[in-house]
């Protein structure tokens, strides 16, 4: 596209966030240039500057720069990935260099493959991230399958096994976003249960959950490794639902929907740790909330911060809220930008 537009938002396009009606307009264009165009006045509403995250209206008219051409078609041969996927993998990208490659991973796609799942995983998936680079990128870390949020990615082994390293030694900051049942007491703290694989491949899974040990019983359970997640409400509706920063200071499988759980306030739309716990405080878990709130995982990977392992500059990565999460605060009338970006930072 060439030359700078003046756009109006039209009447069926509703009220919505300015980097999600741009998205729309524009598929081709990443989340992190999006921010850069605000935060440089290029994008403006009305004349004025504006937010990523400012909601605009039917009406309003929106500078548009210079934007890069949509990409190529996607081939249909690409590693035998259909076009819809290739698609939807690439238009999960925050941000990506020679170096790195940052996803906003959606909820239903797991990080790597399992029994007949094929190649519809983010793993499977890299040949449609390679971006004319000869080699597909590597996972560095990874997500449950229906956690949301940010994913990294490496274009290189050096890179990677830096960046696992920066993981592996806590050099990297990972704060995630949750909906649980009730309200903490205190309202902030940190659980420091260890945890331990279920035993048993019973037909509700329990082989695949991580039950939570004391920490003065950790002798007693050689196979449980510490685990340590401090956590923060955000915001909180009467005694029924909590919006929580959790950040995971070690990296367990299922750390912080155990953990969450076995306090008494489990993630909302967790069945596997939802029922871990028949009482919490609050009106029960997720009573009287419903629908797709209950259904779906109210967990998300809402950002990472590190020093970049090629040009050493400390980067923060943050991923919009998925869509069901989105109309779950919506209907709640939460907004992302109502609460601190890192709520422990004052606390370290």
């Not at 009220?15 to 240039?33: H, N, S, Y």
């Not at 921010?35 to 990523?52: F, H, L, P, Y």
């Not at 797709?292 to 050493?312: C, D, F, G, N, Y």
Request: net charge positive; with cysteine.
């Amino acid at each position: 596209m060439s030359g700078v537009k003046q756009l109006t938002v039209s009447a069926d396009e509703g009220e919505q966030r300015l980097d999600r009606w741009f998205k729309r307009r524009f598929p081709q264009v990443t989340q992190g240039a999006i921010e850069k165009m605000c935060r440089t006045g290029q994008v403006r509403v009305d004349g004025a500057r504006a937010r990523a995250s400012d909601r605009v209206t039917p009406g309003q008219v929106i500078r548009v720069p210079p934007l890069p051409d949509a990409p190529a078609p996607v081939r249909e041969d690409l590693g035998g990935i259909s076009p819809a996927d290739a698609r939807m993998i690439q238009a999960a990208v925050l941000w990506k260099d020679e170096h790195i490659i940052v996803l906003n991973k959606p909820p239903g796609l797991p990080s790597q493959g399992g029994s007949g799942q094929g190649n519809r995983h983010v793993d499977g998936l890299t040949e449609a991230l390679k971006f004319g680079y000869k080699d597909r990128p590597k996972l560095v870390h990874r997500l449950d399958k229906d956690t949301s949020g940010v994913l990294l990615l490496a274009r290189t082994d050096r890179v990677a096994r830096a960046l696992s390293e920066a993981l592996r030694h806590r050099a990297a900051r990972k704060i995630y976003w949750a909906l649980v049942a009730g309200v903490p007491n205190p309202r902030q703290g940190s659980i420091k249960y260890g945890l331990v694989k279920a035993p048993g491949h019973g037909r509700g899974g329990e082989g695949e959950k991580m039950l939570c040990i004391h920490p003065a019983k950790m002798a007693d359970h050689p196979d449980a490794k510490r685990a340590h997640t401090d956590y923060f409400t955000l915001w909180f509706l009467g005694t029924r639902l909590s919006w929580m920063a959790l950040e995971p200071v070690t990296g367990r499988t299922h750390q912080l929907r155990a953990h969450m759980a076995e306090i008494g306030h489990p993630i909302l739309g967790d069945g596997k740790y939802g029922s871990m716990q028949s009482e919490n405080q609050g009106d029960g878990w997720g009573a009287g909330i419903g629908g797709e709130v209950s259904r779906k995982l109210h967990l998300h990977a809402r950002q990472i911060t590190l020093e970049h392992p090629i040009t050493k500059a400390v980067m923060t990565w943050v991923a919009p809220l998925p869509e069901h999460m989105a109309r779950t605060w919506k209907m709640l009338d939460w907004k992302e930008d109502d609460v601190p970006a890192d709520p422990f930072e004052a606390i370290r």
